[in-house]
């Protein structure tokens, strides 16, 4: 007597493997230059100040490149003033910062406006106005702090666009005599983080 079993059976299996998701981020950023001559025309120092975009700032690049609203390229540089020592918020607007104030002991009747070159193609995507520097002639002994990017020309004016603004990291404030020349250059930069 033979006993015969059979016994049979299927496995299915299946697997999903992922080489890696894709994921671009976004991250921008300015610095402001400064160059400051005596009346003879020599460098007395040269300073940096990387900036802070405030919120106004982000949202009306989004709402100018995304949106398309309101677009106005025209920009202007202003100087802060070292008294009160500035502080800076992300929520600071041309009409309300509380922190720091802006100088305007200088001869020029409005804020210089900014012309910037083409933005490069790489990354990081560089703009900057290298090619025609802003410049503030002195008229005052004062201490300055750092640099603003504002949309609205008015020497003391609080109306425009705030986009940026700035102090010196270190050694900080700086001095300028009337007479003095200080040529500022901004540069932004947007880079795929």
Known sequence: MFNEKASSSDA???QLVLGGATESRA??????????YDKDGNLKWEDSAHN??????????????????????????GLVDNSPSPTYAAGDTMSSHAGWSENTDYTQANRPTV???????ADPS???????????????????AGAFLTSNNTKGGTTGI???????????????????TLNVTYEFSLDAA
Request: glycine fraction near 14%.
């Open 115 to 121: 012309t910037f070159g083409s933005a490069t193609v």
């Open 162 to 180: 705030l986009f940026s603004v700035s102090t010196f990291q270190s050694p900080g404030a700086r001095t300028v005599v009337s007479g003095d």
């Open 27 to 36: 991250q921008g950023g300015g610095v402001f230059h400064f160059k400051c």
């Open 52 to 77: 802070l975009v405030v919120n106004v700032g982000l949202a009306d690049m989004n709402d100018k490149y995304f949106s398309g609203s309101g677009y106005s390229a025209t920009w202007y540089l």
């Open 12 to 14: 299915i299996g299946s």
């Open 126 to 144: 560089v703009i900057n106005n290298s090619g025609a520097v802003d410049v503030f002639t002195m008229n005052a002994s004062v201490t300055i």
